[in-house]
């Protein structure tokens, strides 16, 4: 079991940057590959960004890809997804989400976070 506690969420206008955390505890971090996730309003949850358990290996979605860039500290236990050039559409509760394998699939992850909410304002 991993517990996952996202933070860094906030309010920024259209352009401005963000960096997300998620702080890992129990199970041992560098068993899983780490996943970022969201959800807008009435939305489904949708892929953000991947890394491999080793940090070497990163994967965006085509909405991000660019502007999004997530890395990870294993000697901190924790993910980070910085967030540069946001656009309104980017608003919507940011998860992190653990998986022992590599995928995309929501249905891999095997642990999540509570979310934090990022809202870009136009």
């Known amino acids: 079991q991993v517990h996952l506690v996202e933070s860094g969420g906030g309010l920024v206008q259209a352009g401005g940057s963000l960096r997300l955390s998620c702080a890992a505890s129990?199970?041992?971090?560098?068993?899983?590959?780490m996943g970022w996730f969201r959800q807008a309003p009435g939305k489904e949850r949708e892929f953000v960004a991947r890394i491999t358990a080793s940090g070497v290996v990163t994967v965006y979605a085509d909405s991000v890809q660019g502007r999004f860039t997530t890395t990870r500290d294993n000697t901190e236990n924790a993910v980070y997804l910085q967030m540069n050039s946001l656009k309104p559409e980017d608003t919507a509760t940011y998860f992190c989400a653990a998986a022992t394998r590599w995928s995309r699939a929501l249905n891999e992850y095997e642990h999540w976070g509570q979310g934090t909410q990022v809202t870009v304002s136009s």
């Open positions: 129990g199970r041992s971090f560098t068993d899983f590959h």
